[in-house]
């Protein structure tokens, strides 16, 4: 199905900064023991979509890079951020990860997944690449940024994408940042659903 003509095929930086910023309100939930990882596990696994996102912390030098510190989880009621360095939560993120029947909503997911199986392993089965998606339906910008701005008119703050994901505590901004991306992915999941572009 073609895309909407009401929908733009890319956004400019002006047009991007006359959007309203829309951060995710919801529950959050900072998943750091054991309990925690049982109580996400129950809301997660009877999902049928989830917005999937990870952070790394920033390289600076040369040849540096980093694993993910964070992988960030949106169901329908909340969204659960998951410490990779601090908890083992490779059982529940790889029971979610090779659940065929749930949908695991996110961009650029390959490079997120690639990074994922040097932490732990797993066999995804229902990973969706809304970036490729919007591609297929010729948009040459797609990135979750831009996606969001074209897809529900509203613009996602940059701000603290640089900073330490791998900080014993996150700030109340990193934790909204990283949980305004999982939401987003799963808002553009729906909409894409409801758009017919799936």
């Known amino acids: ?3 909407p003509p009401e929908y733009l095929r890319s956004i400019s930086r002006e047009e991007m ?7 995710y309100e919801g529950e959050v939930h ?16 009877r999902e049928v979509v989830v917005g999937f996102d990870t952070e790394t912390r920033p390289a600076f030098r ?7 510190s964070l992988a960030q989880v949106a169901t329908a ?3 659960y951020l998951f410490p990779l360095q601090r908890l083992d939560c490779s059982g529940l993120l790889g029971e979610l990860l090779g659940a065929p029947h749930i949908v695991n909503a996110g961009v650029a997911l390959a490079e997120d997944l690639r990074q994922l ?3 732990f392993e797993f066999s ?13 339906h010729g948009l040459k910008q797609t990135g979750l940024r831009n996606l969001t701005g074209i897809f529900l008119g509203t613009r996602i703050p940059k701000g603290t994408k640089t900073t330490n994901w791998a900080a014993p505590r996150l700030s109340p ?3 909204t940042y990283a949980a305004t991306d999982a939401w987003a992915c799963r808002e553009l999941y729906l909409r894409f659903k409801a758009l017919g572009l799936l």
Do not use: F, N, Y
């Open 1 to 3: 199905m073609p895309l």
């Open 17 to 23: 900064s006359t959007l309203p910023i829309r951060r």
């Open 30 to 45: 900072l998943v750091e023991s054991p309990a925690m990882l049982e109580r996400a596990a129950a809301d997660i696994l």
């Open 62 to 68: 040369k040849g540096e890079s980093h694993l993910p």
């Open 77 to 79: 009621r909340a969204v």
């Open 117 to 119: 199986r040097h932490l």
């Open 124 to 136: 995804p089965a229902a990973a969706l690449d809304l970036g490729l998606v919007a591609r297929c």
């Open 173 to 175: 901004q990193q934790v």
